[in-house]
């Protein structure tokens, strides 16, 4: 009995979320997403992925400077395709820009840029941060229905993706708070002849004391110990 073939497209996305996963950091993880969503979503010739941080927009990555400038005019007319995936929290679809009446300011200013047609997931939504895929077609009906599910599945690995960079930031950020504040103890330790938890307290009195959070405190006390360790060597 002959087996199923796998579609291409299958096998390039599962390479893409070993890929995602091997990526150091938000813009590394990011620029692969938007290069791989060019190369594999049938119609799209230019992506990007937009992010909206407390109300300040950005272009996190793109193939193209067309992307940033497309954003630019979203955000001056208030209207557009992918801050109404935002919103909207699903994909939206724009099969002819020219004759798209949902957006008739930002079409306009699509269509004089050579843009035919988009393809818009809403990416990943945390407190104060979300995002968006945006894939660009130079013709109209340029998006297929394969485009759609490759889109949304690419757009599911990315938010995966993001999440885990989220993560392992957050991680990180607890790993060097609590190395600072364990170096802060140890020297409390050594020059005043206390022990760990006296030393630690010692720390937590002072942050209260002074309305400064603990991780700055022992961030201050090293920083002042290693300045004090170079002026001595002058």
Same mark, same amino acid.
């Given at each position: 009995?002959?087996?199923?073939?796998?579609?291409?497209?299958?096998?390039?996305?599962?390479?893409?979320?070993?890929?995602?996963?091997?990526?150091?950091?938000?813009?590394? %993880?990011?620029?692969?997403?938007?290069?791989?969503?060019?190369?594999?979503?049938?119609?799209?010739?230019?992506?990007?992925?937009?992010?909206?941080?407390?109300?300040?927009?950005?272009?996190?990555?793109?193939?193209?400077?067309?992307?940033?400038?497309?954003?630019?005019?979203?955000?001056?007319?208030?209207?557009?395709?992918?801050?109404?995936?935002?919103?909207? *929290?699903?994909?939206? *679809?724009?099969?002819?820009?020219?004759?798209?009446?949902?957006?008739?300011?930002?079409?306009?200013?699509?269509?004089?840029?050579?843009?035919?047609?988009?393809?818009?997931?809403?990416?990943?939504?945390?407190?104060?941060?979300?995002? #968006?895929?945006?894939?660009?077609?130079?013709?109209?009906? #340029?998006? %297929?229905?394969?485009?759609?599910?490759?889109?949304?599945?690419?757009?599911? *690995?990315?938010?995966?993706?993001?999440?885990?960079?989220?993560?392992?930031?957050?991680?990180?950020?607890?790993?060097?708070?609590?190395?600072?504040?364990?170096?802060?103890?140890?020297?409390?330790? *050594?020059?005043?002849?206390?022990?760990?938890?006296?030393?630690?307290?010692?720390?937590?009195? %002072?942050?209260?004391?002074?309305?400064?959070?603990?991780?700055?405190?022992?961030?201050?006390?090293?920083?002042?110990?290693?300045?004090?360790?170079?002026?001595?060597?002058?």
């Amino acid at each position: 009995m002959t087996e199923p073939s796998v579609p291409e497209w299958v096998q390039s996305l599962g390479e893409l979320a070993t890929d995602l996963q091997n990526r150091d950091g938000t813009e590394s %993880t990011l620029s692969s997403i938007v290069a791989s969503a060019v190369g594999l979503v049938p119609g799209a010739r230019w992506a990007g992925v937009s992010v909206i941080t407390d109300g300040a927009i950005e272009v996190a990555a793109s193939t193209h400077s067309l992307v940033a400038e497309l954003d630019e005019i979203q955000v001056a007319v208030g209207e557009g395709p992918w801050t109404s995936a935002l919103r909207q *929290h699903r994909s939206v *679809h724009v099969a002819d820009m020219a004759t798209d009446t949902r957006w008739p300011r930002f079409a306009s200013a699509a269509v004089a840029r050579g843009v035919g047609s988009s393809l818009s997931f809403r990416l990943f939504a945390e407190q104060h941060r979300v995002g #968006a895929l945006t894939l660009y077609g130079s013709e109209a009906g #340029a998006f %297929t229905a394969d485009s759609l599910v490759i889109g949304d599945l690419l757009a599911q *690995h990315a938010s995966l993706a993001m999440i885990g960079v989220a993560v392992e930031g957050q991680f990180n950020r607890a790993l060097a708070t609590r190395d600072v504040i364990g170096q802060a103890k140890g020297l409390i330790m *050594h020059q005043q002849n206390l022990s760990g938890l006296e030393a630690f307290q010692l720390l937590v009195r %002072t942050s209260q004391n002074g309305n400064v959070k603990l991780v700055d405190v022992a961030r201050w006390l090293v920083e002042q110990h290693e300045a004090s360790l170079r002026g001595g060597r002058r």
